[in-house]
Nanobody
């Protein structure tokens, strides 16, 4: 049974940092494209970042480029999202997702392409 479990969310002040983790069981993350998505109240789910199941290509949404970093620890079967210089508009529930297909710059941010999802972790950026 495939399970993705996010952790690391919380309340942080603007300008602060958090590191989210996505731990997998039932699949080996190294063979999957992994995406991070977020959904704020009243808004659609949006792609934040992806590490693709190919050559490890990495993609970011323009809104987080330069502030967020996605990485993968194959030994721990875990993917991370390091979030720096957080802004109030980053407040959302963050989800990790996985799919065995290769994703590209043109399609990594489409949530319906991902087969497996975690339950989400809340990130709140507020003073």
């Amino acid at each position: 049974q495939v399970q993705l479990v996010e952790s690391g969310g919380g309340l942080v002040q603007p300008g602060g940092s958090l590191r989210l983790s996505c731990a997998a069981s039932g699949l080996t993350l190294n063979y999957y494209s992994i995406g991070w998505f977020r959904q704020a109240p009243g808004k659609e789910r949006e792609g934040v970042s992806c590490i693709s199941n190919s050559d490890g290509s990495i993609y970011y949404a323009d809104s987080v480029k330069g502030r967020f970093t996605i990485s993968r620890d194959n030994a721990k079967n875990t993917v991370y999202l390091q979030m720096n210089s957080l802004k109030p508009e980053d407040t959302a529930v963050y989800y990790c997702a996985a799919d065995s297909r290769v994703f590209w710059r043109s399609n990594w941010y489409t949530s319906s392409r991902y087969a497996y999802w975690g339950q989400g972790t809340q990130v709140t950026v507020s003073s």
